[in-house]
């Protein structure tokens, strides 16, 4: 396969990813039995650097942030897909870290999360690797 497909593939993933963490990271199921500290999170104000808060704010805050940015790496994914090998080759800094990235977050989710987000990181961090691999493999500027 080409590294554009691992790219797009990666693209959807991470769409997907997105539309999923940004519609569920608010649920909750009774059975867990986190209903009175949840109350609390939204209750309890507290004042930081000028503006009232809650806890509740603060994790809002996180987690459409992390949607966000799962919006953003499923662009460059995609614009990194419509890229030639030969400019793929000299962006081999950028891919890596792109994978590494990815790499990290899946760390991340093996160790506080569960199988869902386990799941994507994994399939997205293959796609990130494979599609780093082959850019530097199939599209090096000196060969």
């Known amino acids: 396969m080409k ?3 691992f790219y797009r593939i990666a693209a959807v993933l991470l769409l997907l990813f997105a539309a999923g ?5 608010r649920q ?37 942030s992390v949607g966000v ?11 990194l897909a419509s890229l030639p090998a030969a400019t793929l080759a000299f962006m081999r800094g950028t891919a890596w870290a792109f994978a590494l990235s990815f790499a990290v977050i899946t760390l991340v989710s093996l160790k506080y ?3 869902l987000p386990i799941v994507f990181s994994v399939a997205i961090t293959v796609c990130l690797i494979s599609a780093a691999w082959l850019s530097e493999k199939h599209g090096s500027p000196l060969g």
């Open 28 to 64: 909750s199921d009774p059975k867990w039995g986190v209903d009175a500290l949840l109350g609390s999170m939204r209750s309890i104000h507290f004042d930081v650097q000028g503006f009232n808060r809650t806890y509740w704010d603060l994790f809002l805050a996180a987690g459409f």
């Open 113 to 115: 999360l569960f199988i």
């Open 21 to 25: 963490h940004t519609l569920g990271f």
């Open 69 to 79: 940015f799962y919006l953003f790496a499923a662009n460059l994914a995609w614009q």
């Open 3 to 5: 590294a554009s497909t």
